[in-house]
């Protein structure tokens, strides 16, 4: 893994790239069982396409637990176990799939994933006719996905419509070449990215998202505490990671350190606000609070939704 700099570039096998596989093989490890609460058919798929061993180990199912168990004080905590991920990767996945399906029904058509990397939210989920579902993100992951599900027969069921620009760059520019529309109400998604901006970069994609953002509009992505933005919370999961094989490093690609939170830039660009601590996420979807160990570190973090009056 290498530091962050402004320029830097990466695969789907490396720094922010690998971050993107990873999730995909939490997904598509959430998925199976009997009763699943979410249901991914094509992540498996992909993260065998990618062909990181760690992460095809865990998209199979056969992550079963630490390789080198921590030891000392806290050492039972479930910071560690299989469970966790799983817990993790699914309440976060249904958060942002039910948003989306929420919004749809609300009457929005057009919808703007976010640094979509491995997401195949355009495949799977039942869009209604005339939705059109934006992905924004590097051209050569873009190309790998459309490529890899085109080759197993998988079709969009929206009007895909890619745009590969990076994030750094004039990327509102792009989407409007690509058919968007911002006299429409749209449906964005920021899953899992805010921590890989730096503070004035997450400020300047928000100033975007609004001046793009049609009355009716709304946002979704992870609400932030002050706790979870110090590195203690990327060197925790750092750690977890690697007891399970990963080689991922956040601590070098998260950006801590003091930066305005989202629901305070938003609110204060006129979005109405809603946050949803992750205890209540966990609860809504029948699953157990996370131990006092995240607790502690991630304060009151959860989920955001921001609507556009």
Known sequence: MTTRSDGDTWDLASSVGATATSVAATRAFASRGPDPLIHDPYAALLVEAVGVPHFMKVAR?????????????????????PDVVLHQIAVRTRFFDDFLVSATRRGIRQAVILASGLDTRAY?????????????????????????????GAAPAADRRTVGVDLRDDWPAKLRESGFDPARP????????????????????LDSITALSAPGSALA???????????DWAKELTARG??????????????????????????????QVDL??????YAANGF???????TAMIGDSGYLTATRT
Request: charged share 25%.
């Open 276 to 281: 949803l601590p992750t205890a209540q996420a």
């Open 61 to 81: 199912g056969e992550m079963e637990g630490p390789t080198d168990p921590p030891t000392g004080p806290g050492a039972e905590d479930p910071l560690f176990g």
């Open 124 to 152: 799977r989920l039942a869009w209604p006719d005339g939705t059109v579902v934006f992905e924004i993100d590097q051209p050569e992951v873009i190309e790998f996905k459309t490529r890899v599900l085109a080759e197993a």
């Open 288 to 294: 157990p609070p996370p131990g006092d160990r995240i």
């Open 221 to 231: 992505t992870e609400h932030m505490d002050v706790k979870a933005l110090t590195g």
């Open 242 to 271: 690697r007891r399970f094989g990963s080689d991922i490093d956040l601590t070098e690609l998260f950006y801590t350190g003091p930066r305005t939170p989202a629901a305070e830039h938003l609110g204060s660009a006129g979005w």
């Open 186 to 205: 749209t449906a964005w998604i920021a899953e899992g990215l805010l921590p890989y901006l730096p503070p004035d970069a997450q400020d300047r994609l």
